[in-house]
């Protein structure tokens, strides 16, 4: 079975086999197979004709149609696991080696307290808000917070249950008193059995990917803050850390596997580096007045 689509079918397979989640396959298309479009267009049609040549070359078309160094690093990622897997299971006999494209290391979006009462104050919905109060309580991920049903959250206690996350893991998140609140309110207003979706449309349907993306997208907007979910994730984590939450509890909340990924979240806010230079800081400690 040497066919360019056979080839890449058997990879998706084995993704299938390795219980990776329907949006992480969806992601596999979004990015290999595109990569599989190309080298059939470009004269490939086996796996064994696949190079490194072909993967510097389609990264670099990326590069010029002015496309995000995170798109491009997500395109590069998904490709070195598809050829990979094709020299673990013999496709091709020797390993293709690309260098990865650079992510220019921007601050990563965080929000501060006052920016998340202007998001909050631009919510024109109880779901909107309850949606935002959420992120922002609980470190939850998109896909998760998209997946839940009311079963999923005990509203008295603010346990929340996620039984598929991030590498089909089980694991739990918490919401306080006030993200509750909402929550009671905003249930009131839709349809909330065990098995309806927490995070429902007008007509009481799942809310989508794209949904939430132009529901944020509107926040933004009349708020003047760029804010999505997982920037709300990354203010989740900053601003626990900043009251005080131990490292391993809130490696735990936000389910990261390492801590390194945990302390790769938190960022100091502009208010922390100034109140940490004005007790650290050299010259007004040693030599004030000068």
């Not at 013999?90 to 965080?110: A, E, G, H, Q, T």
């Not at 206690?157 to 694991?171: C, D, F, N, P, Q």
Request: aromatic content about 8%; some cysteine.
């Amino acid at each position: 079975m040497d066919n360019l689509n056979d080839a890449y079918t058997d990879f998706i397979l084995s993704r299938q086999a390795m219980l990776c989640t329907p949006g992480t396959i969806r992601w596999y298309n979004f990015t290999a197979g595109r990569f599989i479009e190309w080298l059939i267009e470009n004269g490939a049609n086996t796996a064994k004709e696949t190079s490194a040549r072909h993967v510097r070359t389609y990264l670099a078309e990326l590069r010029v149609k002015d496309l995000s160094d995170s798109y491009i690093h997500g395109h590069a990622r998904a490709i070195r696991t598809l050829v990979g897997f094709w020299h673990q299971e013999k496709y091709i006999p020797d390993p293709i080696v690309f260098n990865m494209p650079s992510i220019d290391k921007k601050r990563p979006l965080v929000l501060s307290l006052d920016e998340l009462q202007r998001v909050l104050n631009a919510c024109l919905t109880i779901r909107d808000k309850m949606v935002v109060l959420f992120f922002a309580d609980s470190g939850i991920r998109r896909a998760e917070a998209l997946a839940l049903n009311w079963r999923d959250v005990n509203i008295e206690s603010g346990l929340v249950r996620i039984a598929r996350g991030k590498g089909g893991k089980y694991r739990t998140v918490i919401i306080g008193e006030t993200t509750r609140q909402v929550l009671l309110n905003y249930q009131q207003t839709v349809k909330h059995t065990d098995d309806d979706p927490l995070i429902q449309t007008n007509t009481g349907t799942r809310l989508t990917l794209s949904g939430m993306q132009s529901a944020f997208m509107r926040i933004s907007e009349r708020s003047g803050v760029k804010v999505t979910p997982h920037s709300l994730r990354r203010t989740f984590a900053t601003l626990s850390r900043r009251a005080g939450m131990d490292l391993l509890e809130l490696q735990a909340l936000m389910g990261h596997a390492s801590l390194d990924m945990t302390k790769r979240y938190i960022q100091m806010l502009d208010d922390d580096l100034i109140e940490a230079h004005r007790k650290h800081g050299p010259i007004d400690n040693y030599l004030p007045g000068i």
